[in-house]
Nanobody, 127 residues
Framework: QVQLVESGGRLVQAGESLRLSCAVS????????LAWFRQPPGKDREFVTA????????DYADSVKGRFTAARDSVKNTVYLQINNLKPEDTAVYYC????????????????????WGQGTQVTVFT
């Protein structure tokens, strides 16, 4: 079983940048498709970005394209989410998720497809 621990969330001013981290333990990153979701206050959890098990294909929600970048470090077994030009609507709890998968290039986008989740890290953006 894999364990996911997010960190890096904090209170930030609009326009600033932030990098979230997700430490993965239990198995290597190459076994998983990996994703970030977020849950704004009072709303459902929503897809942000996901990368295929191969690490070569990444998809982003339209609302974050151009500002968010997913990355992974296989040596540190950690995935990252770089967020630039933060906006108040980015305020949410950000979750890392992993899906053990056989297909190398498939990108799961639904919360129901992921079986392993971190506890979340809070990002709050003020103006």
């Amino acid at each position: 079983q894999v364990q996911l621990v997010e960190s890096g969330g904090r209170l930030v001013q609009a326009g600033e940048s932030l990098r979230l981290s997700c430490a993965v333990s239990g198995r290597t990153l190459s076994s998983y498709a990996l994703a970030w979701f977020r849950q704004p206050p009072g709303k459902d959890r929503e897809f942000v970005t996901a990368t295929s098990r191969s690490g070569t294909s990444t998809d982003y929600a339209d609302s974050v394209k151009g500002r968010f970048t997913a990355a992974r470090d296989s040596v540190k077994n950690t995935v990252y989410l770089q967020i630039n030009n933060l906006k108040p609507e980015d305020t949410a709890v950000y979750y890392c998720a992993a899906k053990a998968i056989g297909r190398l290039y498939y990108i799961p986008r639904q919360t129901s497809e992921y079986g392993d989740w971190g506890q979340g890290t809070q990002v709050t953006v003020f103006t």
